[in-house]
């Protein structure tokens, strides 16, 4: 399918909107502002808009984590010595040594610099974890090839386009059951890139995300000698942390800044659930002035890799249960009775209240857990069957 740009009426944004979308209602992941894409109202399907902003606006969001980057990575290489120069060797640095490092986290993105040379150990290349890049998901996942830009970093899914080479990503069905092996050895190589970053290195966005704006990535290498540096721009602290912990990067440069920044965002339950899943929450919760958010779970009976389009937000103030066609709410002070089951790996919980009641809902593992923290937490009158 092909894209067409349109621009929020209110904020004036440009949406890179893909053309299946183009009969419905949607929300600026900018501003909020809803408008039709038609100029006519349709059915709404408001969580896709969440990766539209075009490579124009992500470069704006990520000005302040990437800096000017036409002056050149801070762990350039040095030029090569010509006949007449110095005898004495330059000292190494992190990049000729083949250290990888954080340089900069800033908000949800962090930009990790590494030798060229490290895309040589399939282990590194196989780093990223089985995980949705945008929204958390472990299941329905497609396997993207990271694109290296030669000159400004650019975002990977966009120049998927401009690659027209097939086996840069694979379906959901092409990689079950394969190992990391067997996945590096299905992809292709990417073309139009200098070796060694046309080799396959994945990275996995589910079926329901789009993965626009999340990774950015550019290369230099030196055609006389074949060294060189590489940059990424990871913009989710999870799968930077995991990117890091897989690729045995716990001790380098900048690790620490990025541990403590996610222990920071932890403590906070809306800031540590990806973007993606806070644009569709934000569909259907709004919060009330001085309303604390304590918890999401999502209903496995409504979705499967989609998180914040149906399920339970319980604040200080209200549980609310979503789906696409049905919305309740109940006050903390409401009575609520809940009866839960588990079994299998996950369980079911069932709410009745003074005005209406879900007679089943399937939650993960730990979704029970998380209700009744939250429900415990904000004190709500709430009984236990």
């Known amino acids: ?48 808009v969440a990766g539209w902003l075009t490579d124009e606006e992500a470069d704006d969001r990520d000005r302040d984590l990437l800096g000017d980057e036409r002056a050149g990575a801070p762990g350039d290489l040095p030029e090569e010595q010509g006949p007449g120069d110095s005898d004495v060797p330059p000292e190494p640095t992190p990049m000729q040594t083949g250290e990888i490092r954080v340089v900069k986290v800033e908000g949800r993105g962090v930009l990790i610099e590494f030798p060229t040379e490290q895309l040589l150990k399939p282990e590194f290349r196989s780093a990223f974890p089985r995980q949705c890049l945008s929204c958390d998901a472990r299941t329905h996942l497609r396997a993207h090839v990271v694109i290296f830009a030669p000159e400004l970093m650019m975002d990977s899914i966009s120049m998927e386009e401009e690659r027209s080479a097939g086996g840069l990503v694979l379906s ?95 403590e906070d339950p809306w800031n540590n659930m990806p973007e993606a899943i806070q644009h569709r929450l934000q569909q259907w919760f709004h919060p009330e002035h001085g309303e604390t958010f304590l918890a999401y779970v999502p209903d496995r009976d409504h979705v499967r890799t989609e998180d914040g389009l149906a399920g339970v937000v319980i604040s200080d103030r209200r549980l609310i ?57 904000s004190k709500f009158h709430a009984v236990w069957h």
Not at 348 to 362: A, C, E, Y
């Open 1 to 48: 399918m092909g894209k067409v740009h349109v621009k929020c009426p209110h904020c004036s944004v440009r949406l890179a909107v893909p053309e299946e979308h183009l009969k419905q209602n949607v929300r600026c992941p900018k501003c909020k502002h809803k408008f039709a894409l038609t100029g006519q109202p349709a059915p709404v399907m408001e969580d896709v």
């Open 321 to 377: 249960y979503h789906t696409p066609r049905r919305h309740r709410e109940v006050r903390k002070g409401e009575p609520l009775q809940l009866q839960h089951a588990t079994g299998g790996g996950r369980g079911s919980v069932s709410i009745t209240t003074p005005g209406w009641n879900i007679k089943h809902m399937t939650v993960d593992r730990d979704g029970i857990t998380r209700i009744r923290r939250a429900l415990t937490l």
């Open 172 to 266: 959901d069905s092409e990689v079950a059951g394969l190992s990391d092996q067997d996945v590096l050895d299905r992809l292709h190589k990417v073309p139009n890139v200098p070796a060694p970053g046309d080799l396959p290195m994945p990275y996995w966005v589910c079926d329901m995300c789009s993965g626009s704006g999340q990774l950015r990535g550019q290369i230099h290498v030196n055609p006389q000698t074949g060294s060189g540096w590489c940059r990424l721009v990871i913009r989710n602290l999870h799968r930077a942390f995991q990117f890091l912990t897989n690729a045995g990067g716990e001790s380098v440069e900048g690790f620490g800044l990025l541990k403590e920044r996610l222990e920071a965002t932890t």
